[in-house]
Structures are given as C-alpha cells and as structure tokens.
C-alpha cells in the first residue's frame, strides 16, 4: 500500500494550509474554520474536511508553521527560550486585535472547543519545554506541571484582558523563577 | 447647611443600593447599571442618577456591602485572609454563571470602564491587604506591588476562562508564597 501522493492532493493539501496559517496570523485561532479556510484556499469545504476530518487538527497542523509564542518546538537552554516566548506573548496580547480576539475566544461558547485546544496546545507546547529543561537538568520543578500554563500565562492575560497595560521584564523574569530553581547553562551537565 | 436628611431620600437611596447589590451578586458586576437598578428598586432611573452621578459609583459602594471575594475589608493576619479570598475567588471562578458573567466583561467593549473599576477595586483591596501585612512584619514582599493582582488572581483566570477546571490547594499556597518571604504568626512582633 505504498501510495504516491496524488500531486493535486498534495497542492490541495499545501493550499489549504497557507490559508489556516495566514487566517491564524491575521485573525486569531477562533477564524480558523473549515469554512473560512475554505473560501481562503479556493477549495471546496468538503475538500478540506477530506484532509482534516476532525476541525481541531487543522487548527493544530496550522499553528505548527505559524511564528506565534509557544507554537514552535522549544530549543534548549529552556529559561531563555520561555522568557522570550513569554515576552512576545506578552507583547502580541498588549495589541488591542490581538486581545479582541482571545476577548472573544474565551468568551465563545460556541467556541468551546477551539478555547480547549488552544489552551491545551499552549499547555503540551510549555510542558515538553519544562520537562526537558528537567532532563538537562537546568530546571528543579517546583510545581505541579499541570498548574504551569495558569501560574506563567494567567498573569499575562489578567494584565491584558483586565488591566489593560504593558507586562515589565520585571514581571517576567518573576514568572520564569516561580516555576523552580533553574541553574545556569554552566551548571548543565556536560 | 447641616441638612437633616429626607426620609424619602434615605428610603430611596437604601432601596437603590439594596437593588445594586442584588443584581452583583446574582448576575454579577456587568448587570449592575443605572437602568437596571432603577428597574429593581421600583424607582425612575433620575432618581438612580441624583444618588449616584457617576455609573461606577454606584458599583463600588454596592460592592462594598456584598460579601464576595477581595470585597471587604482585609482582617490580619493577612495570609489566611488573602488564602480565603483566593479560594472563594476560585471556587466562583468556577461555577458556569460567574465565568460567563465575567467573559462577557472581559469582551464588552461598551463595559470598558466597568471592567478597569472591578480591576482596580480588586487591585486596591488587595495592595491595602499586602500594605498591612508588611506594616506588621508578616510579609517581606518580592514583587513590585502594581503587578500583584495580575501574579496571583491571573492564574486562577487563566485556569477557570481558559483550561475551564478547578484550582487546588497547592496552587492556591503556591499563588501566595509568590508574593513574597511570609513569617508565621509567632513572628509577628508582639
């Protein structure tokens, strides 16, 4: 059952995913829908359904080759990696369309499903990076893993969605040393 | 001008604040509007507006009678209080109700200002909580004091907005020892 892929499958495929990412960069995860996906990529609705059968995946499969805080493969040392992640996060969340549309994300009932994968997204993405900062041993967890999304990323989203301003180097520095005790990349095992 | 009050004026502002605090607790802070309460408390929205000219006014004082979360006045020692108020604020954050009171003014765009009074008047009860623990010795704060809303309720947001679960014990513990240095209260100078 060795296929080869059917080159107009293959462009279709290709297609359709430009448009999921160009759709999530400029109008937030809760645009990505079969349909608008659809009309984006000039591919009929049933097309993208063959491809991606469950609405989530493509929502995934999208965010994988989108430049967005938390969505790309974490690169060790993890505490830089995360500060910086946290601070463009920080920064994409202080943009007033950026906030408009986690605003409505969360406020979506219709949405629940789209709410739940982006956060459980968000969660592996930031769990992978805290356990193999674990292994290299450059992290002493001091939390329960489970509770880390809400205890980095709750802040940052209270500053945005309720208080309205700018997070501070400050304020992330203290984020990244509540998770544990990090040694420096000096003191990571050669 | 020592004016003897009107016991009509006194009855309709006392029926007016009733009404308030009614609507906040039962449909949360986004309902309690001018409109609303003149509706509730059977009296003409000029009426509502003489008492009370401007709209926030109105919200304050009937949350300060309303015993919720961050609400009342903090009671040393401060610790156990402020554990108190994060577990009630958790426990609500939780309920279906409250969440979508509390979406819909995080989204409102027309409720900006209700949204900025109930993060300020979260703030300033909770700086006048950490300003009184530290008088007494019970805290020696390791945060910039602006960013203590955010570090502590944020998470229990993020947990209930986005991840849509309950917040445990350990993290609640966790939230406060962020805060900074806390000394028993056998430390406390007599």
Redesign the interface.
Known sequence: MADTPDPRVTRSREAILTAARELLVQEGPAAVTHQHVAARAGVGRATVYRHWPQPGTLLGDAMAGVRMPFFREPVPPMRPWLKQQLRSLADELDLPDVRAVT??L??GVADAGR??Q??EAI?NRLGAALAKAQETGELRLA??PR?A???V???????S????GPV?E??ID??VD?LGTWTGPAHTPV
């Open positions: 605003a409505a969360v406020q709410r739940e982006l956060a969660g939390i329960d509770d999304a809400a205890l990323i709750g802040p940052l989203f209270y500053r969605m309720l208080e309205l501070s400050a304020m203290r984020l509540t």
